[in-house]
């Protein structure tokens, strides 16, 4: 998803942000909706603290227009609650976490129709600030990035793609969307060298149900599992601590190198009758190797950052002949909560 917003201070601890956004690539074929949302932010965590940079943990009210997964034919109109964290990184960073809840209302051929859904809404990204500045000041900064710490065990969730369900009822025609994708990882740092052990543990459950235009229900749901363990070398750390970037511990740049494996099983239907398409699917990875950026912003924020390549060896269990052999690249985003 690419987007961009504004975010303004309307009084103190309060501010008003919007933003617009729309899916690069589409999901389940559907024409992707451009989604448009505007809320009021109050920084309660800043309160505390008395100071106003719109870094912190805020709760808001908005209201969005767009559409949900699986729901592109419905766009729909949507008011929320949310809970969130967002975070300043140095100069133009920006990492922005939440969970949101709230109704919606949608209008087809004059068909109106109401539902609900709860998400986990993630942005990582850069940002540009107006306003008054000072220069900065690394003995204040120290405990942001814990340049005086060794920082020796993390314990990780991640929120992207966390959970996502969506229903909307139109008469005759509803669709209904629940994803959950739990995912857990563990670092530790080996003694006091830049190198680390990481386990990554990411759980799915998925279901849908779709009332396509003939009045046929379409639905679908499966569960997966996948783990990958590996190594991690973060060769800028000390020329990080030399600059009072970091201290020693688990933010930095890395090269990784690991092996994984994936399995899932899924089962979809067509209408009522027994004609149903199963299938379990066992996937095993074999060695990867990626390049990445990890970040620890204070006490609970990181986000993780990696591209690489990896080859697997796959086959499905019906029939079990069928086995073999895949090179692929890979990219992926991690933004939550550390331990």
């Known amino acids: 998803v690419f987007g961009v917003g504004a975010e303004v201070e309307i009084l103190p601890y309060f501010t008003l942000m919007s933003q617009i956004h729309a899916p690069i690539l589409g999901i389940g074929g559907g024409n992707a909706i451009m989604?448009?949302?505007l809320e009021f932010r109050w920084y309660y965590s800043s309160r505390?603290?008395?100071v106003r940079n719109m870094?912190?943990?805020y709760v808001a009210a908005g209201a969005k227009f767009g559409s949900e997964p699986f729901n592109?034919?419905?766009p729909s109109l949507g008011y929320y609650a949310k809970w969130g964290m967002q975070r300043r990184i140095l100069g133009n960073g920006l990492a922005d976490i939440g969970i949101v809840a709230g109704f919606n209302f949608s209008n087809e051929q004059e068909i109106s129709g109401m539902g609900f859904f709860i998400k986990s809404p993630v942005s990582l990204g850069f940002g540009f600030v107006f306003g008054e500045k000072s220069v900065l000041d690394r003995d204040r900064l120290c405990p942001v990035v814990k340049c005086h710490e060794i920082e020796r065990f993390l314990l990780k969730i991640n929120f992207s793609d966390l959970i996502n369900i969506n229903f909307i009822s139109i008469p005759g025609r509803p669709?209904?969307?629940?994803?959950?994708?739990?995912q857990v990882a563990a670092e530790k740092k080996i003694f006091d060298l830049p190198l680390?052990?990481?386990l990554n543990i990411r759980g799915s459950l998925e279901e849908y149900s779709i009332n396509i235009s003939d009045g046929t229900n379409w639905t679908a749901s499966g569960i997966s599992l996948e783990w990958a363990a590996g190594g991690r070398w973060y060769y800028n750390m000390g020329r990080r601590m030399r600059l009072g970037k970091g201290g020693n511990g688990l933010s930095g740049n890395y090269v990784a190198s690991g092996i994984g494996g994936y399995y899932s099983i899924g089962k979809s239907q067509l209408g009522e009758s027994e004609s149903n398409i199963s299938s379990n699917i066992d996937r095993r990875v074999l060695p990867f190797f990626s390049t990445g950026i990890q970040r620890t912003l204070g006490g609970r924020l990181y986000f993780d950052v990696a591209v690489g390549a990896r080859q697997e060896r796959y086959f499905y269990s019906l029939p079990v002949e069928n086995v073999g052999f895949q090179f692929e690249f890979f990219g992926e985003a991690q933004i939550g909560i550390k331990f």
């Open 35 to 37: 989604n448009i949302e």
């Open 48 to 50: 505390r603290i008395n």
């Open 55 to 57: 870094s912190g943990n």
């Open 72 to 74: 592109y034919t419905y």
């Open 175 to 182: 669709h209904r969307y629940l994803a959950f994708n739990p």
């Open 196 to 198: 680390s052990i990481n």
